[in-house]
Nanobody
Framework: QVQLVESGGGLVQPGGSLRLSCAAS????????MSWYRQGPGKQRELVAK???????NYADSVKGRFTISRDNAKNTVYLQMNGLKPEDTAVYYCNMRHVTAYGPDFDSWGQGTQVTVSS
């Protein structure tokens, strides 16, 4: 059974930084697509960033140049470094672990989420 545990959220002032961590247990993350999603108040969940097993990354336009996703397969952990935070980044951030085949995803797991609040 896979468990994803996020940490690192909190309250930060605009322009500040946070680093989120997602520690996985039960399966090795090395062959999975690892992603961060977020859901702001009254909004739908949206993809923030993802990192493929080979290290290729993709970002939402709203966070490009400010956020960096990385993975440490030895620690079975994925990170999201968030710099230049804005009030609109306020959301619950979720870690996602997904395995994708040529026929589509065949495994999908979510963490419980960590709250990020950007406010002065």
């Amino acid at each position: 059974q896979v468990q994803l545990v996020e940490s690192g959220g909190g309250l930060v002032q605009p322009g500040g930084s946070l680093r989120l961590s997602c520690a996985a247990s039960g399966r090795a993350i090395s062959t999975y697509v690892m992603s961060w999603y977020r859901q702001g108040p009254g909004k739908q969940r949206e993809l923030v960033a993802k990192i493929l097993s080979g290290g290729r990354t993709n970002y939402a336009d709203s966070v490009k140049g400010r956020f960096t996703i990385s993975r440490d397969n030895a620690k079975n952990t994925v990170y999201l470094q968030m710099n230049g935070l804005k009030p609109e980044d306020t959301a619950v951030y979720y870690c996602n672990m997904r395995h994708v085949t040529a026929y589509g995803p065949d495994f999908d797991s979510w963490g419980q989420g960590t709250q990020v609040t950007v406010s002065s």
